[in-house]
Every structure is written in C-alpha cells, then in structure tokens.
C-alpha cells in the first residue's frame, strides 16, 4: 500500500508537468502532514519553488495547479493559504477505508521500495577473546534493526558479522595464554580468563620492551601458519564465538554471514599489488601508504614496514569481495564515531580502485556511564551480559510491584524478559545516533515517556480491550472483520488524529531505511501512543454505541498491530498483558 503523502505528491507532481514540462523535480512536490487541523491534513508548497522558475506569483502557480481538476480519490476538498499553500483535506470515509485496509495487509501496510539493492550491512564486530560489553550494544542493536528495516523494505540484506578476530593483538594474547593462564579460570570460563590474560600481557609489554618483541615474535609466527599458534588463535575464536551467540540468540541478533579480518589475510598482498600497480600507492620510508590529494586526509599506511598488513589493507580487501563475489549496490557500516576518519579514508581509496558503489558509514556516538568510556586495556569494562541480567532483573520487581495476582511467576519471567531486554535496546535506538547516550536506568524502564515500557504497555493495555470484548458482547470469535462491518466514518478527533497517524507508517519506515535512523520510527511509534492513549483517555470505547465502539475497536487492532510491527523492526517484543 503507497503511503497517501506519496499518492498526494505524485498526483500534484503529474499535473505541474502536464502543465510546465517533464523536467519539473519531484523534490519540489513534497506533500507533508500538516501540524494543524484548520490547515487541512496535508500540505503542499511547491507553488514557491516553481514560481522562481516561471517567474510568476506562487499564488498563481497554485491556483494553476488545482484548477478544473478532478479531486484525488482520498480528498474532500483542496484550500490554498497565505502566499500559495496548498492544503488537503482528506475524506472521513476514505480514512475508515484505509484503516480498514491497513488490517487487510500482513505487513500493516508497509510495501518495498521501487528499487530494492544488494546490501551488505557490517554491524557488531566484536573482538575475539574479548567479552560483549555496553561498548557494543550500539553497533549491535543499530545493526539488526536496519537489517530488519532494510529487509522490509524489499532489499536484498548480507548482514555481516566482521569479527576481530586477526591482528597485532594475537601476539600479545598468544604470548601471555603462555605466561599467565589460569587453566581453572579458564575451563569455568574462557573469554574473562582471555580478557585478563590479554590485560596483564599488555601491561607487561608496556613495562618491558623485550617481552613487546617476544609478543611481536609470535604474531610473526602465526602470520606465518605456526602449527602451535594457530591451534591457539583457533581456539580463542571457537570460545569466543560460543559466548558471542549466546548473547545473539538472547538479543535475537541475526546475521546472514560470519566473516572475521582472517578470511581476508590470502587476499592482502593483491591488493597492496594493485595499490601500487595503479599507482595508488607508494613507498615511503619502507612503507607502503597512500596520500590523498585532500588535505583533510591524512596519508594511509596499507603495509608497515617490516611487511605487515594492517585494519586499511584487510578493509580494502573485504570491500573488494563484497563488490565482486557478493555483488553488492551498497556497503554500509555501523561503527562508532572515532572512526570516522578511517572510513573516509578507506572509501577514498576504494573509489581510486574503482569500486564505485555507495560506501556509508552509520555512525553513532558513544554510550557512557557518568564515569566516562570503557577500555579493556584497562578493566573497567561492563559485560554486556551482566548488563541483560541487570535489566531483566529490574524489570522483575516492577513487574511484581504492578501485578494484581493473577499473573503467575513464569509469565511475570517472561514479561521482565521482554520488558527489561526492550529497555535496553529502545533506551539506545529511540536516541539519534550520532548523539552521546548516558545509560540511565529509571528512565530506561519508566513507564512514562518515550521509553519501551511505555510502548509496550500501550500494546497491553489495547490487548486487554479486545479480551473483553470477546468475553462480553463481542463473542469469543470476535474479531475486527466484524467491527468493520458496522463501523461508522471517524467523528471524534482523537479517532481522527489516529487515523491519520496510522497512515504515516510506511512513510515512516521508508524513511528510517533511508537516512539510517530508526529512532525515526521510536519517534513516531510514542507519538501513535500518546494518540491512542488520548483517545482512551477521552472517549468510551466497549461502552461506546455500537457504531462507535466498532471504529474505536478497528483503531485499536491497528494500532495494536502498528506497535507490534514497529518494535519488531526494532528488535523488541511484546506482551498481551502487564
């Protein structure tokens, strides 16, 4: 189903070019929701653009626009205001046909896109040997929920998991498993005893420049295939792995493929060829390094000088198969803003080897406790998963403190699980990414403002509704096909700000697809929320006549679904009841 702001756009952009000529642009036929009902429900201000170009007043160009025209399906009447606004106003009755088709659709009426892409979406990442801490719940959340919105929309999604799992750091690790194991730590639990173990390596190669060349010494080594060492480096990434999809399988993270910086180590020494064989690249004091003609741009090492590669040669590599073996239109890549001059550096020289396809970096700003960042170097990390526990945990005793008894232990489990693993995700995707997140937990979990309790309790409250209404006049087989049958034309303005709300879904989604923002759908779902909860708040619906309850009955079950969908696309579940 089109979004009606695109209908709109497209019927008033079809006359202006019968009117003006095909090379009139659609970015100035742009219809938007009006924010006030005496200006209709949409509007348009194209009649300004064009005015400038056929040098005539945008009243004029306005009036050209909607006169002798036969009116869009969807619109009761067009008005123009002020200097030459156009403002629409939509039908009550082709609204209830709307909603009603809202229902019909099993994606809410959300479609694909006219031109879906290959895209390989690179999000999580994490290092192995390394636990997930707080550090990575953005680059993780923020992936899985493009992946969802992308995959939505019609796209043709890789989501790749591209683990660190080579690199200068297995010398250190490699070198301290041998010094400073604790082989009981490690069989209870293997990923903290490698996380310690990599800390006091560090530090010792910080303190003595002798066991900084031993470590060296043996990244060498397993650069090399070392029998030894990469029996050890495999094992580090199968335990790793293991702790890594637990908290995937919690989080309900999906990725359609797995490939580390190691799948890409045959591919290294090509690329730096053809660096040099186009003439990319060159020595400079026994490196090899790119300079870019944008001062901005710090020169790019791509092989040191004692022959290694480096994060920039494995990056170019992975670009270079994901065009060519993955056939990707676009590449996208959700990590944090410190790394924001890496990516424009390595996109730079991608588009020197000619790989032009559209390389994005989604970037986010950090997330912090009042004490500042976190650091495996030095300790004072949060484990992502004592993080989950602690928010389930908190969850619980909300959950336990609101019930009336009647909801028993396991389903009071199951709604902190759901309530508390929503928090944490909505808490971080309902924020513009590129801003910096405080963890906060009371605001987190309140059931007031823009949180994930608040939503999701909206969704119960209107489940609850319906069960009623199956246990009293509706029947247990009630269902909204029913309601649609005797429903009525929206009168009352909440129905009517709902209605029209519930249209502005697809829209919505496209565009968080788009611009790579789904705190663009968080926003829009709390607005739907306080709009249900205004209508709850200000009208009888079960008590309501039956014409009356029968609209108010198909808003919910909309509404309801529109929840649902959109915090699936979010990665966040529901419950019927809390």
Not at 321 to 331: F, G, H, S, W
Request: proline content about 3%; overall charge negative; hydrophobic content about 40%.
């Amino acid at each position: 189903m089109k979004p009606i702001d695109q209908e709109l756009t497209s019927w008033l952009l079809d006359h202006a070019r019968g009117l003006w000529g095909a090379e009139i642009e659609e970015s100035l036929f742009q219809v938007r929701p009006t924010n006030k009902p005496e200006f209709g429900d949409y509007q348009c201000n194209a009649a300004m653009g064009l005015a400038k170009r056929l040098k005539t007043a945008p009243r004029v160009v306005a009036e050209r626009l909607i006169a002798d025209r036969e009116l869009h399906p969807a619109l009761e009447k067009i008005e123009l205001a002020g200097p030459g606004f156009i403002n629409l106003f939509l039908k009550r009755a082709w609204l209830l046909e709307r909603v009603v088709a809202l229902l019909e659709s099993p994606s809410v009426g959300l479609h694909p896109v006219e031109d879906p892409k290959t895209v390989v979406l690179d999000f999580s990442s994490p290092n192995v040997a390394k636990p997930m801490h707080i550090g990575h719940l953005r680059s993780t959340n923020l992936g899985e929920s493009l992946r969802r919105i992308l995959t939505t929309l019609g796209h043709k999604v890789y989501g790749d998991n591209h683990l660190g799992d080579w690199g200068t750091q297995f010398g250190l690790l490699i070198l301290g498993y041998r010094n400073f194991l604790d082989r009981m730590a490690f069989e209870e639990d293997p990923v903290a005893e490698l996380e310690r173990v990599y800390v006091r390596s560090y530090e010792a190669s910080r303190a003595d420049d002798a066991y900084l060349d031993q470590a060296r010494s043996e990244l060498v080594r397993l650069q090399q295939g070392d029998p030894d060492n990469l029996r050890l480096w495999e094992e580090f990434v199968a335990v790793s792995m293991r702790e890594f999809d637990r908290i995937y399988r919690r989080l309900d993270i999906h990725f359609d493929m797995v490939r580390g910086e190691s799948a890409y180590r045959g591919m290294l020494a090509d690329v730096v060829g053809l660096l040099k064989e186009k003439g990319i690249a060159r020595e400079s004091e026994g490196a090899t390094v790119v300079f870019f003609d944008d001062e901005n741009l710090a020169p790019l090492i791509v092989q040191k000088k004692d022959g290694g590669f480096n994060y920039a040669t494995t990056d170019l590599a992975t670009i270079r198969y994901r065009v060519e073996e993955l056939k990707a239109d676009q590449i996208v890549y959700v990590t944090d803003e410190r790394q924001q001059l890496h990516f424009r550096q390595i996109f730079a020289v991608a588009r020197m080897l000619g790989f032009d396809v559209p390389l994005e970096h989604v970037w986010f700003g950090l997330m912090r406790l009042p004490e500042g960042t976190f650091s495996t170097r030095q300790g004072n990390v949060i484990k992502l998963e004592k993080l989950l526990d602690e928010a389930e945990a908190r969850a619980l005793v909300m959950a336990k403190a609101s019930s009336d008894g009647e909801i028993g232990e396991d389903e009071l489990c199951e709604i902190a699980r759901v309530v508390g693993l929503g928090s944490v995700k909505y808490a971080d995707l309902s924020q513009n990414r590129q801003t910096l997140v405080t963890f906060e937990w009371d605001r987190m979990l309140s059931l007031e403002g823009n949180t994930a309790p608040y939503l999701q309790y909206t969704y119960a409250r209107i489940r609850s509704i319906w069960r009623k209404h199956q246990t009293g006049e509706g029947g247990a087989d009630a269902d909204w096909r029913k309601e649609a049958e005797q429903a009525s034309v929206f009168e009352e303005k909440a129905e009517l700000d709902l209605a029209k709300a519930l249209l502005q879904f697809s829209e919505v989604v496209e565009r968080a697809g788009r611009l790579f923002r789904p705190n663009v759908i968080a926003d829009y779902l709390f607005e739907l929320c306080q709009f249900y909860n205004a209508l709850y708040q200000n009208v009888m619906i079960l008590k309501a006549s039956p014409e009356a309850r029968a609209r108010r009955l198909l808003l919910c079950e909309a509404v309801s679904r529109t929840i649902k969908e959109g915090l699936r696309l979010m990665g966040i579940e529901t419950v019927e009841r809390m």
